[in-house]
């Protein structure tokens, strides 16, 4: 399908939203108690950065990993208060990182400047997964239907129009976009479980038409190809820093959840696939990005099964390019989302259930803008 550029009824909303929901909103930052938002569950129990360096949250599995540890850096809890945090994105031109809260239909803004929360955009239609293209715009994939929109792609002009990049497929609308991923050739990937149709905490229970699947939006004629149908419960994805490979997590793989690799052509055609990692223990992947050197990050925590030890599993586990485990960087939380940022591009945000956290590491993200 070709775009269209629709004046959305979300740019009201999100106008009245931000000024009644930036009073309520956390207030995040490390010199102050984070405030409970009067809009979510309450803020996580207290979080009590490391006076040690190296920190011991940050979990050196295999030699190769210290190069990318810095010694004197540990995690920093930036904003409490969500209810479930996901799909952050870096800006760096306006040094913000807008996460989408999920069940609280919003999206967020953390400022570095001054390290204060502000609402974006609310309602968002159960705004996902969140990232920027080539050109530096806003990419949301919205989960949910509601206010008559669709579940949906779409961009957000430098305007703050919102142009509907993708809402249906052969006729059929899709099952709740999830996360994506942008090329060099300006083409934007998406994953398409059902996960947000499957109930009325996340989206709108709503009936699966589509495969769970992964599709492609052509960044010259905006077509849109199912690009994998073969997944149960597509998720995270990204590309390899030469763009060569794209990586898909396999959500709802059984007997363990899985990430796959599958080589791209020039014309963005998808060949072979391997299994690069497979979640042992009980360990589920969510959000994974890949660093200059193509290593993966990958926001981790407990599959939900009873023997599963969310304690000893949630935070990020950073994986080789082969798929050896290097690091396991602990949080209190379980982190659904991840994303590099900041000025230098070398530091890791962590959106982590109910908070955002952040951690300095000696390499940048390989789609840092």
Known sequence: MTSSTVRDKQDNHSRRGFLHGSAALVVGALARPALADSNALGSSAPFVPSARYPDPAVVTLENSFLKYRLFNASVERLATGFRWLEGPVWFGDGRYLLASDIPNNRIVRWDENTGQLSVFRQPSNFANGLTRDRQGRLIVCEGATTLGLGRRVTRTEYSGQITVLAEHFE??????????????????????????????????????????????????????TRVIDNLAGPNGLCFSPDDKLLYVVEGRATPNRLVWSYSVDDKGRLGARTKVIEALNFGALDGIKCDVDGNLWCGWGSSGALAGKPEELDGVMVFNPSGKPIAHIRLPERCANLCFGGAEGNQLFMASSHSLYMLFVNTRGADVR
């Open 171 to 224: 006729g059929k609308p899709f099952n709740s976009p999830n996360d994506l991923a942008c090329r060099r050739d300006g083409s934007i990937w998406f994953s398409d479980p059902p996960f947000q149709a499957m109930n009325s905490y996340e989206g709108r229970t709503a009936k699966i038409e589509q495969p769970h699947a992964v599709y492609r939006i052509d960044g010259q004629s905006g077509k849109v």
